[in-house]
């Protein structure tokens, strides 16, 4: 049976507007992660990926719910004890400019959390730069260039090379190659898949494009106004998908094959507003197979088949 590296539990996350409105961005959702997996997390712009990955490695306070990551609650640790953690939890964010300190070198930038975390004395530090820089495939003379000097491709290298200094098992990856071109996406994905496999890292990868997550995902969680409405691995979700939504969305992945006929499934209507959503499936009002209940009663997550999951009055 694989370890299960982090279980979370009813996770929430509002952002307060005024006493009575308030923006419901996750609302009570459960998953875990196993040592070693990449577990994909796709959804629209708003639908609340990045606030479940901050929420998990505590950028930001979820305001209830629980975090078990190696069979301790995260959310009991003071800030002084998340300090000494962190080094086992990290994570890549999605603008590779404007995660790194534009003040900084690449060698101060990739020797910071060395430093924090007191890896060793200046010469053991310089010398996992460098390493790190070989590893992350940079040539050393980039090593006094500040970001402002190197392109996306560098900059997230140099971010993920942040990322694993301390070698991590677990890693938020925020999007991780959607700011850059097809070539050094094609390059982080690769080092991504290389470090996993070295030091079973467990990936938790948020991202809207699904071809990048169906690459790297063993499974994945399509997630909806702050909500999951489907789980399950990669290739059952590409081939058997059960939500509407995710039918949609798996419509619209692009195909190189001219001769392959595609159905593109445009949903009609504006996404709900998130802030006091109202009652029933917050999907109904964009879908064409809607029932009466859909309007007034929420429907709950329900297990179809093995490991497959799914949010829908119409497999209830």
């Known amino acids: 049976m694989p370890t299960e590296i982090m279980v979370v539990k009813n996770l929430k996350k509002y952002f307060y507007i005024s006493n009575k409105e308030n923006v419901h961005a996750v609302d009570g959702v459960s998953f875990s992660i196993f040592k070693g997996e990449t577990l994909g997390l796709v959804g629209e712009s ?45 994570i890549i964010f999605q603008d590779p400019f404007s995660s790194l300190d534009p003040r900084k070198t690449t060698e101060q930038l990739i020797s910071e959390p060395l430093i924090i975390h007191n890896y060793g004395n200046k010469k053991a530090i310089k010398k996992k730069v460098d390493d790190l820089l070989n590893r992350v495939n940079l040539d050393r003379s980039v090593i006094n260039k500040y970001t402002h000097e190197l392109d996306g491709g560098r900059c997230q290298r140099i971010g993920l090379a942040r990322a694993i200094a301390l070698a ?58 702050g909500l999951f409405v489907e789980i399950a691995n990669s290739n059952e979700l590409f ?68 490991g497959h999951f799914v949010r829908c009055h119409l497999f209830n």
């Open 46 to 90: 708003g639908s609340g990926k990045t606030t479940v990955g901050r929420c998990v490695i505590r950028l930001l306070e979820p305001d209830d719910g629980e975090i078990i990551f190696k069979e301790k609650n995260l959310l009991k640790y003071s800030k002084k004890e998340m300090r000494k953690i962190r080094k086992d939890i990290q």
């Open 168 to 225: 991590p098992s677990f890693l938020v990856c925020d999007e991780p190659v959607s700011a850059l071109d097809v070539s050094s996406q094609a390059q982080v994905m690769r080092l991504l898949e290389e470090f996993q496999k070295e030091h079973e890292i467990a990936y938790l990868l948020i991202s809207h494009d699904l071809s990048v997550v169906r690459k790297l995902s063993q499974r994945i969680i399509v997630m909806y106004l």
């Open 239 to 306: 081939e058997k998908p059960l939500h509407p939504y995710t039918k949609a969305l798996i419509s619209a992945v692009p195909t190189l094959d001219i001769n392959q006929k595609k159905h593109t499934i445009i949903l009609k209507g504006d996404v709900p507003t998130p802030i006091n959503p109202e009652k029933g499936c917050r999907f109904f009002k964009r879908c064409e197979y809607s029932l009466k209940e859909c309007a007034h009663v929420s429907p709950p997550l329900i297990e179809k088949s093995n």
